[in-house]
């Protein structure tokens, strides 16, 4: 096995990982602070890659289509948990069902409004060799952008006073509220900066995922596997088991096939929940 | 012979009792309502309706797991996909051979059911796992089926499974024997799954109303309290489900009979998530109510499929879904009983009229009198060994050697975060120490899981009244006479003497929700006591007891220590004081003194731990 | 345990009982409602398509077509003097739905004709009823080939029909050397076959392949593994939207330059429009239709569609693969002057040829499929095709070769390449 083709794999692994992790972050946000699991979260980032799309049919250059599709879908998810998720507070099932009603709602808007088929914006065609291979320059930057966005992230949690209060509201819902933190609008505010988180990614994988309206399906899968192995320590949790089935799912698929790749991610998983019952954080002193 | 004559008897004896509850009566008005309709509906619709009938049955078999069991499992779509693989592989081979189809398909396809649901139910149940994350490994479990029978192909005799291509000519339904049997009419099929529906109905319908039913509710209101009561609840968890995997997979090789094909997209992601839907749209927890569900869902989607709002389907369902959830939580077989309640029953003021509290009066002599007479081991001791248990870097039990005996109460007192609670848990098995040994008489403990030490003779109370809130003050004491053997006879009879003990006969009928807290606490130490424990562990019993009710439960307690070893946690020093107690007192996880009561009032360092001077407690 | 520890439970029960009257009567009425009796003596042409869901990217342009061909008939003066009337489902992407349909449609509606389905696997569930019942069935997508029964007339092109050409035309163009990117199934899996099958004959080689799930979005292994096995082109077989991916990371990976990718399967449910130009450009693809093509029927029949609908949307292979289907059978009726099952399916086995929108088609008598023509073209700029090859008047050699309905009418049976 050539030097080459090790730095490839790795390289290309890491993208996996980093791919598998921009789509989770927005619902472990969601499942991390609110406790909710949002099944509407792959249609959250069809969302935002319409709402990219959009924007750069409309003359927005892509960077700030990217920005624009992250408020609009923050501003819709919202809109979502005032009008439904607020009421469903503590009834996780029934939240999970009213989730996948709206993501049945949302799929078949996006049939109505866009079509079954619209044209993508394709992928810089740009490229890096490494011996006898060469690796997209876009796939690279995913790893970049994936650092920089759980970097954000735990500086928004940890060190902005909505961080801290939507942290210590999840710890002691009781005293939160007794020292007047406003749960509801914390809680608004989390779902809409799960949405957003959502519609970024759907935003910045549109040049590799072109827009359709059950792109969202395919990701969530993975990404609902990966946030509930991590268990109850979102962030840390994610990051690492999300980054571990990533790589591990991508590697074994460069070595047998694709579809034996997504076997050992879901036995993978299924073995984490066998030794952690409560997700592979379930135990951890760390909060965040 | 005779043996078959009495059970036969009993069988019908036992229907003869239960035939007051009108809910079989009800269904079987139902079924037979379905039943003559097949004689005289038009064909397409006997056809499409079957198909609903099925989809009733799959959601019957989560109605049982989700809302008997409280599992929402999204895997019983696995359980009825290979069910109805297997079962229909079995039916091309072997049907040939007898004309009848269904004597093949069916068996096959309970057991298949059975089997794979027993494998997944171990790996949850028995692996303790989170409600959520059981949820979800029931999907991913359904998934990874999906994901390799798109691709699997294989023969069995003369099945053909063709991976996504399916496997055709399944036979259809075939009652007959012999070659000249030929497929059943969509009517004549619509009354066969229909009578079949009903068949499964009645026999979940028993069970739900038998002692196993009984322990599958309490483990759902309350699966800790359920364990302490000796009940292995893994155990009964695992053994729904596999009753759960049955139904399914019966519902499977039906379908495979009615389609003739089957394909990996009965393992798909939506096939999956309808079933949810039959269950909530019919109400949750009913057991009619997925037929119900299924009849509604199927006849709305076939009405939307003909093309009545221009084919938007998908957009309908999934709006109805949120309202559904948002504003009827019940269902509709709930949503109308409510209905109806309102309008026609006044059953709540009732419940409200009889609410004037009851002045608990305990029958001491009563209960010394069972205690003489129940020949449980009367020397037990529980001795903890250097017993640590640590959570991140806090030490909350550090190295605690005790030897609790009969024949005085023993107290473990200590301000809060003294580690009492932690050392308590380490006894009950609900934490597993990470150094030390716990032992029971002369028995190694350590490991065991709490329902284990309860059968050897542990009787624990925790800290809040855990009483089953659904269930009426009987219930919650029969289940604690049941749990321990698992005998009816018993739990009749103790759960009848303990009614007396705790003077609840009068309001033995009421939800145990809808007692005071005081009550519950007494319900909670009256269904311990059934248990006829040798050692008791008590984590503060007289929390929320008015002073009349302390000084019986201090008379009950002493009472007990004579024959059983009684450990007490508090830290109503009130309460403690009335005790006679050998006390033990805990600081930081460890053992800071033991002594007499009277001793430790002349202890100045206790003092200095409740009033937080530090300088003795630095000092020691 | 005794009666009296159930208290609970009577109470919620003997609510249930005035429920369950309610359900009775509620039921009661619903079915004398839908017990309507109908009868007319127009002919009725089913249609089961998804008209919802994840395939309707498929569906709707076939129901589109359905109804542009019953009208263009109908206008002509219909079937035997008789206007032609549509009975529609939607299969909403479900499987479950065809059999119900299916069954709905003969039982209730008494279709003469059933134009339904678009994966292979609809077709197979809907087999054994059209069989039972005796009802013409016209399967009209492009498919891996080897369906083989007495009532099911299939007018898209079978994966050897399209390969034959594909493959032949590539190592020419390309050099020997395949890779192979399909997804784990049996359109894949069978249509692999055939590129091996056809690599061998033509001397060409596969040196290697992947089988991908559905819901794959990353396909940096696939990618990776392609560079290792150095391949002088690609055969890729994306199916849905998501597989789409691939071609966008395959180009950004800068392999567009170094080999070339065909498809027999690229365009026939518009993914040229979802690609990007960069990643569109150059894809060869081969199928039995494409817009783009220079027939003279071809003109016509977008002009009608572009009335009827819109040309916003290129219209893809399977919408012309149901217009011929309709207006084959139409002829075949005309033939045999009867609806009469038996009748029209021997007109349709006497050779019976139409000219559709690309050109003369002419139904196969043994095995039920369409002789055709079969397009090499290669992906523009613009989202759209140049048409680079035509080889006239393709036969379906494998189901030719494993299919006789007139030598044996009564095989029922899904041939896979094992079987040669």
Redesign the interface.
Known sequence: MELD?LA??LL??L??AA??LIATVGLAVMFGLMGVINLAHGEFIMFGAYATLFATQIGIPYPLAIIFATIVTAIFGGIVELLIIRRLYGRIFDTLLATWGLSLVLY?SA?LIF?????????????IQIG????????LFLILVAVVLIGSLYWLLTKTSYGITARAAIQDRETASAVGVESARINTMTFALGSGLAGFAGAILL????A?P??G???V?KAFLAVVAAGPVTLTGTVAVGSTLGMVG??T??FW???V??IVFFLLTITILRIFPLGISGRWRMKL | MKDSTSSISSLIRNFR??S????IF?AL??AL??AI?SFW?????A??GT?WVIFGLLGLSLDLVWGRGGLLSLGQTSFYGIGGYVGSIAAINFAPLTGNSLIWALPFGAISGTILAALVGWFIFYGRMGSLQSTILTYTFTLIVW?IT??FTTEIGDAVV?????M??IPGFVLGFGEKASSLS?NMMFLTVVVISAIVYLIVAFIV???FG?VIDSIRLDAVKAELLGLDIRLFQTLMFMLAGAIAGIAGALFGA????L?P??FSV?EALLVPIYVLVGGLG?L?GPF?GA?TVG?L??W????VIG????LVMGACLIVLVLFLRKGI?GG??AL??RI??D?EAKDRLSQQTSQVRVNLNLLEKLQTSTNVQRDATLKTINTSKRFGGVLAVDSVSQNFAPGKVRCIIGPNGAGKSSYLKTCTGAYEPDSGTVLYSSQDITKINPFERVKLGLGIKMQTAQVFD???V??NL?IAGYGNGLN?ER??QVSDEMLDVLNMREIS?R?ASTLSHGEQQWLDIGMVLCLAPSVILLDEPAAGMSKEEKRQLSELVRLMARTATVVVVDHDMDFVRTLDAEITVLHQGAVFAQAEIDELRKDERILDIYLGRRQSVTDF | ????????????????????C???LA??I??VA??QVRADDEIKVGSIFD????L??YG?QQSQALHLAVNNINDNGGVLGQQLQVV?????S????F???T??II??DQIDVLFAGL???SR??M???VRKNNIPYFYSALYEGGACDKQTFITGASASQQMSVLIEWAIKEYGPKIYIMAP????G?ISAHWIDHYAKEYGGEVVGS?????????Y??????I??A?PDFVAALPV???Q??FL??F?????KEKMGIVSTNYGS???Q???????GEGIVASQEYFMWIDEPNNEPFKAKWEAAYSLD?PIISEAADVWNAVHIWAKAVEVAGTTDSDAVIAALESGISFDGPNGTVTMQPGSHHLKQNIYIVRGNRT?GFDVIQTFESVAPSFEDQVCDLIANPDTAE?FTPADL
């Open positions: 083709f490839t794999l290309s692994s993208s996996s791919i598998l078949q049939v079509g079954t088929v619209t044209p993508g914006i394709g992928l810089p065609i740009s490229n006898d291979y060469s690796l997209s320059v876009y796939l040049p590799a995922i072109p359709t059950n792109m399906f395919a990701f899968i991508n590697i698929a460069s096939t694709s579809v790749g997504d | 009792l239960r007051s509850d009108p809910s009800i008005i139902f309502t379905l309709s509906i038009d064909p397409y619709l056809y499409v198909s994901t798109l691709s063709g991976g996504d291509n399916g055709s000519n969509p109303r038998s002692p009984l009615w389609a003739n094909y394909n997209s009965i939506q009913t009619i119900v009849l006849g989607s076939f939307l499929g003909g093309g084919g938007q389907t998908t077989v109308i009983q109806f309640a026609f029953d059953l659904e269930l009426s009987r219930q029969w009816k739990a009749d009928t939800q | 345990m005794t009666n009296r520890l159930m208290p609970n439970f009577e109470r919620v029960w003997s609510q249930n009982y005035k429920f369950v309610l359900v009775m039921l009661a619903s079915l839908v017990t008209l919802t869901g994840g309707n990217i709707i529609e489902y939607d299969a909403q479900e499987l479950a739905k059999t119900q349909y069954n709905t039982l209730r994966t292979s696997s197979e569930a087999r054994p009823i784990d199934y049996n359109f899996t992947d089988f991908l799930a559905l819901t794959v979005t990353d940096s292994p696939t990618i990776q593994k560079q290792a150095k849905g939207a998501n789409t991916g966008e990371q180009a950004a990976a800068g392999l449910g518009n993914q429009v979802v690609v990007s130009p960069d990643a949307e989202h899904h």
